[in-house]
Nanobody, 127 residues
Framework: QVQLVESGGGLVQAGGSLRLSCAAS????????MGWFRQFPGTEREFVAS????????LYADSVKGRGTISRDNAKNMLYLHMNSLKPEDTAVYYC????????????????????WGQGTQVTVSS
């Protein structure tokens, strides 16, 4: 089992940047595919970015492509999401998630493929 705790959210001005962190418990962090999702009020969680267990395969939603970078440090059991050029429409609760290794890229985009979730961290981008 994996426990996930996000941090790094807050209030940021449009055009600014931030780095979200996700601390994972357990000794098998390196075996999990990891993802970042976000949720707007009244909507389902949407995919933001994902990274394979080894860190060699990263995928991004079109909405953050070119502005976001996902990374992981398996030695430290940490997952990161760095985002720049933030927009007010990036305002959401951001969640990190862990899942078993996925065979197809399309699986990474699906929230149901992830077994463990953090509690979320609020990101607010002011205009």
């Amino acid at each position: 089992q994996v426990q996930l705790v996000e941090s790094g959210g807050g209030l940021v001005q449009a055009g600014g940047s931030l780095r979200l962190s996700c601390a994972a418990s357990g000794r098998t962090f390196s075996a999990y595919a990891m993802g970042w999702f976000r949720q707007f009020p009244g909507t389902e969680r949407e995919f933001v970015a994902s990274i394979s267990p080894s860190g060699t395969n990263m995928l991004y939603a079109d909405s953050v492509k070119g502005r976001g970078t996902i990374s992981r440090d398996n030695a430290k059991n940490m997952l990161y999401l760095h985002m720049n050029s933030l927009k007010p429409e990036d305002t959401a609760v951001y969640y990190c998630a862990a899942g078993r290794p996925m065979q197809y890229n399309r699986d990474y985009y699906r929230s149901r493929e992830y077994d463990y979730w953090g509690q979320g961290t609020q990101v607010t981008v002011s205009s």
